[in-house]
């Protein structure tokens, strides 16, 4: 059952955003695989005018905001993230003029873009670090993180610790011109910036207001937790056994979550809040807690990120109501009031429908999911490909890895290829995602089924299903910004809760996390709401009852159900 009502509110064009909290409060944000969403000129691999070209489809699904992974001029080998120039655009991937349609075209649909800066290191073919590398005398030098190592026993030079690349091997690589080994927290092509140095921060604003002053609305910051190291690089204490790359577990410490990056981001955020339009900070922030992940706001005095990224929440593994319940219920209670930061996938990870699908029923799973990231009381992510159910598809041979990670890593380690295939948009030849016989990574197989096209005449479709949940979520106050309240709290399968706003209006959600039909016995008034009466706005499909009116609720497997009180 799915209201027809709101699949004709979904294709509508999105409704102007209410007065009073800032944009991205509530904000429905997309990130862009740049190489992967649409490629414009036939060379394989996706670009900025590829984005342009797609923007209705975006605005149809009702998006505030896109994130666009890196564009700048780069060796590519680690995919962008290795930027060799901060205020230019890659060839391959357009122009500045490129850049600057794109942004004003996406104005016009009410869309905000969002570029992806990663401040921890720089490509080792940035002008910066060619200087660097040349001379200790350098002006750059000391933009980098440099040490002259310790002899070992047997009089070699070796590096000053144990700190191991996140990617494999050690963090330390030698250059015989100055002598020096420089540290990289992910590739040896990424050497790390020295965030204790002023000068970076310097440059780095400079960066940032390059951005702001051409119309973007805020920043990602990838690895932004990891900015500062240890003083005196200490050796980082073994954790025992070994990761993926063969490496010893070791304590970050030394390494990541030090209090001077905490410094750094309060002076960065002062610097945005003086730019009109509400820019955003967002943060990759893998911490391990919700307590954790309130320092990354700055705590009570909500002065660094906006809208850190719950990570834990999102790349778990097991749909588990407990589990989802009790990371809700902490962000709620030790964010300071903060906003969440809520997702399910990104470039980095296996895709959530893989994660958390059986196989059965990986429809209805992502509808659950879907529909728990969009009435939770947050922010939230999407990755391109999630609304219409993407799957992870992995390579099978060595042979076939682009991800360099994949390659050091085999076979324990295969890579974030399978995450990164092209965005299936219809079912002709390479998706439609390039006029090229050859993408630079291979359209996953599933794409004659999966894809926009297919999707969007199906009315029961995840892509639907999505845009419903999206234009509910920007039409309804309560599922805005009223309370969450857990219901039925000591349930094992079924997560209910309720939002609720002040005058006692609200929505209740209930979600079905097993396989097997469950009845729920939901309290509106135990949730502060006045109405006793439900109206379902949404269910999946399958035979829902609600026995006795306003109590007892019967879902199907995953069934997903939100409803209004009245
Ligand atoms: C960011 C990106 C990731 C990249 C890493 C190192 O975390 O999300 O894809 O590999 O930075 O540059």
């Avoid at 002053?213 to 240890?230: I, P, S």
């Avoid at 042979?399 to 990164?420: H, L, Y």
């Avoid at 926009?452 to 005449?457: E, L």
Wanted: charged residues 20%.
């Amino acid at each position: 059952m799915c209201l027809a009502a709101y699949a004709g509110a979904a294709s509508a064009a999105p409704a102007a955003r209410p007065a009073g909290d800032p944009w991205w409060q509530h904000a429905v944000i997309y990130e862009i695989y740049l190489r992967s969403f649409q490629d414009s000129n036939a060379d394989g691999v996706g670009d900025l005018n590829g984005i342009t070209q797609r923007l209705d489809y975006l605005a149809s699904l009702g998006v505030d905001a896109i994130w666009i992974t890196p564009f700048f001029p780069s060796p590519q080998i680690d995919f962008g993230y290795d930027v060799a120039d901060y205020e230019g655009v890659d060839p391959r991937f357009g122009t500045l003029a490129d850049f600057d349609r794109l942004v004003a075209e996406a104005r016009k649909r009410q869309i905000r873009v969002l570029v992806d800066l990663e401040l921890n290191h720089t490509s080792d073919q940035h002008q910066w670090f060619q200087d660097a590398a040349r001379s200790r005398r350098s002006l750059t030098h000391d933009l980098y993180v440099w040490s002259s190592g310790k002899p070992d026993a047997a009089g070699k030079r070796r590096p000053p610790n144990n700190w191991v690349s996140v990617f494999g091997g050690s963090a330390w690589e030698y250059v015989p011109a100055v002598e020096q080994f420089y540290y990289h927290r992910y590739f040896r092509q990424e050497p790390d910036l020295n965030w204790r140095n002023p000068k970076v921060e310097r440059s780095m604003a400079d960066v940032m207001r390059f951005w702001l002053d051409r119309g973007v609305a805020g920043f990602r910051l990838g690895a932004v937790t990891a900015l500062v190291e240890d003083a005196r690089l200490r050796d980082a204490a073994p954790l025992g056994g070994r990761n993926a790359q063969g490496d010893p577990n070791l304590s970050d410490t030394y390494t990541n979550n030090l209090p001077e990056t905490h410094a750094v981001l309060r002076r960065l955020r002062k610097m945005l809040d003086h730019y009109p339009g509400e820019p955003v900070l967002i943060g990759e922030t893998y911490v391990k807690s919700a307590a954790q992940l309130s320092a990354w706001y700055g705590g009570a005095r909500h002065d660094e990120l906006q809208l850190p990224m719950d990570t834990a929440f999102g790349f778990a593994t097991r749909l588990d109501a407990r589990e989802f319940r009790r990371r809700l219920t902490e962000a709620s209670a030790e964010l300071r009031g903060s906003q969440p930061l809520l997702l399910l996938d990104n470039h980095d990870h296996p895709r959530s429908w893989d994660r958390f699908g059986d196989g059965t029923h990986n429809t209805e799973i992502a509808k659950v999911l879907a529909t728990l990231l969009c009435t939770s009381r947050a922010a939230l992510l999407l990755y391109q490909g999630e609304e219409i159910g993407q799957s992870t598809s992995t390579p099978a041979r060595v042979e076939d890895v682009r991800d360099p990670i994949g390659i050091t890593g085999w076979p324990a380690e295969k890579g974030r290829d399978g995450e990164r295939t092209p965005m299936q948009w219809d079912a002709s030849a390479q998706a439609g995602f390039t006029a090229s016989a050859r993408p630079w990574l291979p359209v996953s197989p599933g794409y004659a089924t999966t894809n926009v096209q297919a999707q969007r005449s199906e009315s029961e479709s995840l892509l639907n299903w999505y845009r419903q949940l999206i234009a509910l979520r920007r039409g309804d106050e309560a599922l805005r910004s009223g309370r969450l309240v857990m219901l039925d709290p000591a349930n094992l399968r079924v997560l209910s809760y309720a939002r609720v706003t002040p005058d006692g209006s609200g929505i209740i959600v209930s979600l079905n996390m097993s396989a097997q039909a469950q009845t729920v016995t939901l309290s509106t008034l135990a949730a502060g709401l006045a109405g006793t009466r439900f109206r379902t706005l949404l269910s999946s499909p399958g035979e829902f009852s609600v026995v006795a009116p306003g109590t007892r609720l019967t879902l199907p497997p995953y069934g997903a159900w939100v409803a209004a009180v009245e």
